[in-house]
C-alpha cells in the first residue's frame, strides 16, 4: 500500500486502549499470542509482475527458453518458420 491509501493499526493511537474492550480487539488478537507480541517483520513488495513476466520466468525455469530471453517479430518468426519448412 502506500502512502495515500494505507492505515496503521496501533495500540498506542486506540481511544479505548486500557478499558475492557482491548478484550475483543482484533488488533490485540493479531499482535499477541500465548508467548506475547508477534515481532513486526517489514516486507518489501516488488513492483506487481504481468503475466506475461511469470511465464517468462515459468518457461526460463523448464529449460524452455535461453537467457537471456530474445523476443523477435512476428514477421521474423514467420520468415525463420517458412525456411525450415522447405528443408
Known sequence: MDDETGFS????????????ACAD???A??????????EYVPV???RPRTATDRAIDL???AGLLD???QFVTVAEFERGLASTVGA
Open 59 to 61: 518457461f526460463t525455469q
Open 9 to 20: 493499526l496501533e495500540c498506542s493511537t486506540c481511544v479505548a486502549t486500557g478499558t475492557t
Open 25 to 27: 480487539c482484533v488488533v
Open 29 to 38: 488478537h493479531l499482535l499477541a499470542n500465548d508467548d506475547g507480541p508477534i
Open 44 to 46: 518489501t513488495v516488488g
Open 67 to 69: 537467457d537471456p530471453v
